[in-house]
């Protein structure tokens, strides 16, 4: 079939192309495709072609590009198939406008090959409305038709064709121009997804460098001081009370021993944030008694809290339970605290409830001190754009606690919320599931 439209090409182009090709061409097509369609198809390809329906059949998939011919004609098919043959593409068919759209609402491609002169939609109006989804807006559309004049070539790019190649054609030009409107196509998909990669490695790379920025910040605000303090204190104690047992060496034996295990207590939660944010903190969940670690953190706190004259409140049953890494959740209840304590005004109060029920259990820590505005509370779990702010007498922070909070809470199944309202003070919700093995001792009085 090639070779006969080859050498009709040949004769033909010089002599009859601007007086013939439009009337010839289609119908030269057309009276082979009678004669031939039904034996040239078994041989020359294995698809099959239906020109009563609005079928589509696809050749088995190749190596490089997929490309989909639309044209109303099965010989035309079959010619421009048999030119791109050798190119090892993936070729599907289709034989209206209409079911040209309809196989791309499910399928991809990269390159387009459009028929003009099509019953019902035409190739422009086809190509339009390929360009107006976006999944395909930018998949190449190459107009192969035998409208040659420079009003249907215009028309043609207006529609959004990238390339107009007219019938009949040179199967060398057509392989040249499809290979390099498809190696462009391609580029510039490859092109989008490096970008696209591109900006999720950026994306990632940011949080890493926010993550770093706030490790050193942590170590060089927090643990300097406490640690300089312990320093300070046992060599005082080495140097001038060796020997002694009086109330000064236990007073700074007692700040020794409290500025030492602040600075454990930090480092543990460095230590332990580092650890979630690079996704290696396992919660090691056992039955444990959460009046008696809630009880434990307020009287470590209660010092702080009687320094700026605020009542601690708490309400828990004594044999309340919870099955969560305990040890996660301490440290949870304890930054809480401290930044209920560290907003709070002087004698004020700050109420902390325990409420086992059925299927949850819900810690409340309300204070009423500056509050925050609604639009403020997410930023307090964003680590690029958290600020640490000073307390009410300029108590100093990291901006680290709530983000180590949550993380805390949802690696035990748990969920944090938080509403407040400026001047009106902080309620702070933790929610977790009720361990079911525990549920019929949490009985008793409140305290």
Request: proline share 4%; hydrophobic share 35%; aromatic share 4%.
């Amino acid at each position: 079939m090639t070779s006969n439209t080859d050498s009709n090409t040949d004769s033909n182009t010089d002599s009859n192309t601007d007086s013939n090709t439009d009337s010839n061409t289609d119908s030269s097509t057309d009276s082979s495709t009678d004669s031939s369609t039904d034996s040239s198809t078994d041989s020359s390809t294995t698809n099959t072609i239906t020109t009563k329906s609005s079928k589509i059949e696809t050749s088995p998939p190749l190596s490089s590009g997929r490309v989909l011919i639309v044209d109303d004609s099965p010989n035309n098919i079959q010619l421009a198939a048999g030119v791109l043959k050798s190119q090892q593409l993936q070729i599907s068919f289709a034989n209206s406008g209409q079911s040209a759209l309809n196989w791309l609402n499910s399928n991809d491609c990269d390159l387009i090959l459009l028929d003009v002169m099509m019953p019902e939609m035409d190739g422009f109006e086809t190509c339009k409305r390929i360009k107006q989804n976006p999944k395909h807006a930018d998949v190449p559309v190459v107009f192969l038709t035998a409208k040659n004049d420079i009003e249907s070539i215009v028309t043609g790019f207006q529609a959004g064709g990238v390339d107009y190649i007219a019938k009949p054609y040179d199967p060398m030009e057509l392989r040249t121009r499809i290979s390099t409107h498809l190696g462009l196509a391609l580029s510039k998909m490859a092109l989008r997804n490096a970008h696209q990669e591109l900006q999720a490695k950026s994306e990632q790379l940011e949080k890493a460098n926010a993550t770093k920025n706030m490790f050193f910040k942590l170590i060089a605000h927090d643990l300097r001081g406490p640690l300089g303090t312990a320093q300070n204190s046992l060599q005082m104690l080495l140097n001038s009370f060796t020997n002694q047992l009086d109330p000064d060496l236990l007073e700074l034996t007692n700040i020794a021993q409290n500025c030492s295990q602040r600075a454990i207590t930090i480092l543990d939660q460095l230590l332990n944030w580092a650890l979630s944010e690079s996704g290696e903190v396992t919660a090691h969940k056992t039955t444990f008694n959460l009046h008696d670690s809630a009880k434990e953190v307020i009287d470590t706190l209660q010092p702080v809290a009687k320094s700026k004259g605020i009542e601690i409140c708490f309400q828990c049953n004594p044999n309340a339970e919870l099955f969560a890494d305990a040890n996660m959740i301490q440290t949870t209840i304890r930054n809480i605290l401290a930044n209920a304590i560290k907003f709070s005004h002087k004698k004020s109060k700050i109420d902390i409830s325990i409420e086992p029920q059925e299927t949850n259990t819900t810690i409340v820590i309300q204070d009423h001190g500056v509050g925050i505005t609604q639009g403020q509370i997410p930023l307090l779990f964003d680590l690029a754009k958290k600020k640490s702010t000073n307390g009410t007498q300029g108590e100093r922070g990291t901006g680290l606690g709530l983000i180590l909070c949550k993380s805390f809470v949802e690696n035990n199944s748990g969920t944090i919320v938080i509403t407040s309202a400026p001047n009106q003070g902080t309620r702070i919700c933790l929610n977790f599931p009720t361990n079911i093995a525990a549920q019929s001792k949490n009985s008793g009085r409140n305290q």
